[in-house]
């Protein structure tokens, strides 16, 4: 599942191929994708409209349009944003396709195709004052480790106030928002934390660790493009894959030796209901 490096790795291919762009003709294959406020309105409110900005708060992408409206795409399981020539043949799972309307520059036209294989993934259409009503989740969402920065004073009063593990804190939106299974066990090994370790007794030292990892791990993540797994159904708008998967440390590395203290044995286990990446030595 896309969580922060990989929906900005996003975000960033929107900046350099779709933003200023207009959105000439929308087709939608499979409803399931445009659940939320149904078809029309989201036809009715990306045609003929320009994309502005392309923005992201953790795992979810936020467009405004030149209409005062935004776009909202999140990618949930599989989702793909994909930029295409309308040449290039569309996938079965090519459920919203907005015809981008030609630049000066280049004699192709171009398509974004959102492509989703699970069709967890959405696409949203919603105005400024609907914020609460359609999309009410963005409001409930904590600071974003790249765009806002992790306060460490807050952070720490977080930690000390619950009794949760320290992988589910990390991985809830309310707290931090965009960090998802593989950088929470990356983030918390490199922290040399036991996902099941209590928040609230999680001392100065570690916690200022983890602070530090967040931002490490993330930006390290970034800059690599973000994890491609071997389902390889994470891509950027290009279709390129990600190559943080080959510096990741626990994720998917069961059984494996520790390539950080090269004694212990990666442990795999289910916490906080997902499955779970750590170093029994490092992480105690
Ligand atoms: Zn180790």
Not at 234 to 248: I, N, P, T
Request: hydrophobic share 40%; aromatic share 4%.
């Amino acid at each position: 599942m896309p969580e922060l490096p990989e929906v900005e790795t996003v975000r960033r291919g929107l900046v350099d191929r779709v933003v200023g762009r207009r959105i000439d003709r929308v087709e939608i294959g499979r409803l399931r994708a445009v659940r939320r406020t149904g078809p029309e309105r989201v036809i009715e409110g990306l045609t003929g409209r320009t994309i502005l900005e392309a923005q992201r708060r953790g795992k979810y992408l936020i467009c405004p349009l030149d209409s005062g409206e935004s776009l909202m795409v999140h990618l949930r399981m599989s989702g793909q944003l994909l930029v295409d020539s309308i040449e290039s043949p569309r996938s079965a799972h090519s459920h919203v396709n907005l015809r981008l309307a030609p630049t000066s520059a280049s004699a192709t036209i171009e398509e974004l195709r959102f492509v989703d294989p699970r069709t967890f993934g959405e696409v949203v259409v919603f105005g400024p004052e609907e914020v609460d009503l359609v999309v009410p989740e963005i409001g409930r969402l904590g600071p974003d480790p790249i765009v806002d920065g992790i306060d460490w004073g807050d952070f720490r009063r977080r930690l000390a106030r619950t009794r949760r593990g320290a992988k589910a804190v990390l991985l809830d939106q309310s707290v931090i928002a965009g960090i998802g299974n593989i950088y929470s066990d990356e983030i918390l090994h490199r922290a040399r934390i036991h996902p099941l370790r209590p928040a609230e007794r999680i001392g100065r030292e570690p916690a200022r660790r983890l602070h530090r990892a967040i931002d490490e791990v993330l930006r390290a993540a970034v800059a690599a493009g973000g994890s491609t797994l071997r389902d390889a159904q994470y891509v950027d708008v290009a279709g390129r894959s990600g190559s943080f998967q080959d510096l990741h440390l626990v994720y998917g590395r069961a059984g494996r030796t520790c390539v950080t203290c090269e004694r212990g044995r990666i442990r795999v286990a289910t916490v906080a209901g997902r499955t779970s990446h750590w170093c029994p030595v490092c992480q105690r």
